[in-house]
């Protein structure tokens, strides 16, 4: 099967072109969905590759006098070299079409990409530091280098020469040479890298500042990258993960970010130069909060433990608290069943935490009692096909509403049994 045409090799900003279908593929039968692949004999649709996505746009199928436009929402190349467009209707063999690229995601693609062509030369350049993988996200754009972490200056050096060179609008030429030529390219450290394949390998160079073989779309020019900004910088198993947009994404990322930094001034009542030291004094004082309220529960909950075990006669040797609590947070009925069995010798706890399902409960002692709190309860969530434990004197375990009744009886019966023990 020949190749298809690739048109977008010789132009990227070629918008329209005309065509004739050659094959299509119908859906799969188990595929769930009525979408079909039509290749043509050209194409300036561009398909996924090397990090970049591909274009969408229509078909305007004509046919018996007619015309029909048809949505293209996916593209993608076989190994042969063909190029298949996702339809959700098809379109018979021989027929011609007239293909519509969406030019908004297409310029948009080739902004972040020619961007990364230049950021990728520049980190290589200024820092030494190797681009080893890219992608075009549909917000945002990530490079991964080798290396790193990279000081705050260097980056911020590495962001300014970089639009620097897009003010500077430097040309950005498209060279075929052959497999050889680019070996001995290669060789002369003139470019990065090579495919591994023979044949026409395809350069893209800007002007004075990076040659490197690309099949993707880009721009003709430093200057239609708009801008460039670095966004975010984080540690990556290869390296370094630098995050970036280019053109109007850096537009709409900085008018985003001043809405948001308008909203939090407005909010905190000050000026977006003074948020840090605003900020760092909420957290300073949430911090002091809460401590404090932690503080506070800790006594209440002595409080509170003090007056149940007050308030529970002792029968057979051991004062047993059976309770649930639908309205306190798990971590303060835990804390209450541990200074519950604190605040009196020979006393034991059932506490159940009901305010999600499942419940949780709680199964402590005080020191002076010899069972084992963890297996009394693991035996008895076993009972329902549940598990849990903990250690001697404090275990916990979780258990849907609907039994929670039923396994507190089972744990207040196995605690009076241990009790009763030799």
């Known amino acids: 099967m020949a190749d298809s045409e690739h048109l977008y090799y010789a132009d990227s900003f070629l918008t329209s072109f005309s065509g004739a279908v050659t094959e299509v593929h119908p859906p799969a039968q188990d595929s769930g969905e009525s979408i079909w692949k039509i290749r043509l004999n050209r194409s300036a649709f561009y398909p996924a590759s090397?990090?970049?996505?591909?274009?969408?746009?229509?078909?305007?199928a004509s046919a018996n006098g007619s015309a029909q436009a048809i949505p293209v929402t996916q593209v993608e190349e076989d190994e042969q070299g063909a190029v298949w467009h996702f339809v959700a209707q098809p379109v018979a063999a021989g027929t011609a079409v007239e293909g519509r690229i969406d030019w908004e995601r297409r310029f948009d693609h080739m902004q972040q990409h020619t961007g990364q062509h230049l950021l990728s030369a520049m980190f290589l350049r200024e820092l030494q530091a190797p681009t080893v993988s890219f992608h075009l996200g549909d917000a945002t754009s990530t490079i991964d280098v080798a290396g790193g972490p990279f000081p705050s200056d260097a980056l911020a050096r590495v962001e300014s020469i970089a639009n620097a060179i897009i003010a500077e609008d430097r040309p950005v030429a498209v060279?075929?040479?052959?497999?050889?030529?680019?070996?001995?390219?290669?060789?002369?450290?003139?470019?990065r890298k090579l495919p591994d394949r023979d044949g026409i390998i395809r350069l893209i160079e800007i002007a004075d500042c990076d040659l490197n073989a690309c099949g993707g779309t880009h721009l003709r020019s430093t200057g239609q990258i708009g801008s460039l900004l670095v966004r975010r910088v984080e540690k990556v198993s290869r390296g370094t993960r630098i995050e970036f947009v280019c053109g109007q994404r850096a537009v709409r990322a900085a008018r985003a970010d001043a809405a948001i930094l308008a909203e939090t001034s407005a909010l905190l009542s000050a000026g977006a130069a003074d948020l840090p030291s605003a900020v760092r004094r909420l957290i300073a004082e949430e911090k002091t909060q809460s401590k404090e309220r932690q503080k506070l529960r800790e006594e209440l909950a002595t409080l509170q433990a003090a007056q149940l075990a007050s308030q529970a006669p002792i029968d057979n040797g051991i004062r047993l608290l059976v309770r649930e609590w639908k309205d306190r947070d798990r971590d303060y009925v835990k804390l209450l069943a541990s200074r519950a069995v604190a605040a009196a010798q020979s006393t034991a706890v059932i506490f159940c935490a009901s305010d999600a399902d499942p419940a949780r409960v709680y199964v402590a002692r005080s020191s002076d009692l010899a069972f084992h709190c963890g297996q009394i309860l693991r035996e008895a969530l076993a009972g329902f096909g549940l598990r849990g434990g903990g250690s001697p004197d404090l275990a916990q375990g979780d258990v849907p509403s609907q039994h929670e009744p039923a396994l507190r009886s089972k744990l207040v019966e196995a605690i009076h049994a241990a009790r009763t023990l030799p």
Do not use: C, Y
């Open 50 to 60: 090397g990090g970049q996505p591909f274009d969408t746009g229509e078909l305007i």
């Open 175 to 191: 060279r075929n040479v052959s497999r050889a030529e680019a070996d001995t390219m290669l060789a002369a450290g003139h470019v």
